[in-house]
């Protein structure tokens, strides 16, 4: 399955008073290493969603794991792999590393969402698309 590793930096607004990375920012960072996942197959969001004519990958279910602290100014790394393939879904799972330290583990479940005919619905995911989430494109 394909993987991608996205780095950043802890910013001021990542912390709390403790200058400790808040554990609701690790979500937004998983997001955000999806997002760098596709646009690193060539698919970025912004143009990916109009031409499949998606609203998107809404995370139908998440949840993660805390080893280690990160700290305000830590460049981190997270590595975010594509580890099942459903028919209308898809899982991804992160490795969130400052240096040599595993400091979080994390997943998501995300849906492939249309709307047709006014409702909103998941819709199955296509085969090209399964095909660069497996490596074999």
Request: with cysteine; hydrophobic share 40%.
């Amino acid at each position: 399955m394909v993987s991608n590793t996205h780095e950043l930096r802890i910013r001021w607004g990542d912390v709390d008073y403790a200058g400790i990375a808040f554990y609701p920012h690790f979500f937004h960072w998983f997001d955000e290493a999806t997002d760098e996942l596709f646009r690193a197959l060539g698919l970025p969001w912004e143009r990916f969603f109009p031409d499949a004519k998606l609203l998107g990958f809404p995370v139908v279910e998440a949840g993660s794991q805390f080893f280690a602290p990160i700290f305000y100014g830590d460049l981190i790394r997270i590595v975010t792999r594509v580890t099942d393939i459903r028919e209308k879904t898809f899982r991804l799972e992160h490795e969130v590393w400052r240096g040599e330290t595993c400091c979080a583990k994390g997943y998501e479940v995300r849906a492939m969402v249309e709307e047709r005919d006014g409702r909103r619905r998941a819709r199955p995911i296509p085969n090209d698309l399964r095909q660069e989430f497996e490596g074999t494109s």
